[in-house]
């Protein structure tokens, strides 16, 4: 790899994913035919299924199963904890036992518009289109777009994933 490239000996990596300078994988699953964009994290724990798309700037955390032919715009932030702390009660910083990796999954076919922030322990259902900036607070059909913060339904899109035909 390059200078700019940080992927730990611990990283799965599919057959001919393609990885952007200024990524930072570690820990995690990355399906063939993916592709990373820049300045993207991916921790440890986290799955990103085949034929993806993770734009540049986008944070995916522990705990978050990303399933095939996804798409994440630019920007994406996945949270992994409903009420984070920084310091235990007595004043100790917290470490990985102070707390419970909450999961997400994003389905297959999904498209997660850019400047998104996707909360915790939400499922977004297959083909569901996310609007650019919306905040996901809870599950998210499959075959629907939804828009805003926090993200509500918008309408149904027809079914069998996105063609540019059928919005």
Excluded at 68 to 94: K, M, W
Aim: net charge positive; aromatic share 6%.
């Amino acid at each position: 790899m390059s200078d700019f490239v940080c992927i730990s000996p611990d990283v799965k990596l599919g057959k001919d994913v393609k990885i952007s300078k200024f990524v930072n994988l570690y820990g995690c699953e990355i399906g063939d035919e993916t592709k990373i964009g820049a300045f993207v994290e991916v921790q440890k724990n986290a799955r990103i299924g085949r034929r993806c798309k993770i734009s540049s700037h986008t944070f995916i955390c522990e705990g978050v199963t990303i399933e095939d032919c996804v798409f994440i715009g630019h920007g994406v932030t996945f949270i992994n904890d409903t009420y984070p702390r920084a310091a235990n009660p007595d004043g100790t910083l917290q470490t990985e036992k102070d707390w419970k990796v909450e999961k997400t999954v994003i389905k297959k076919g999904a498209s997660i518009g850019s400047g998104s922030t996707i909360l915790s322990n939400v499922t977004i259902g297959e083909n569901a289109i996310i609007g650019a900036g919306s905040v996901v607070t809870k599950d998210v059909a499959a075959n629907v777009i939804v828009v805003g913060s926090p993200a509500r339904f918008l309408r149904s899109i027809a079914t069998g994933g996105h063609n540019g035909n059928n919005l």
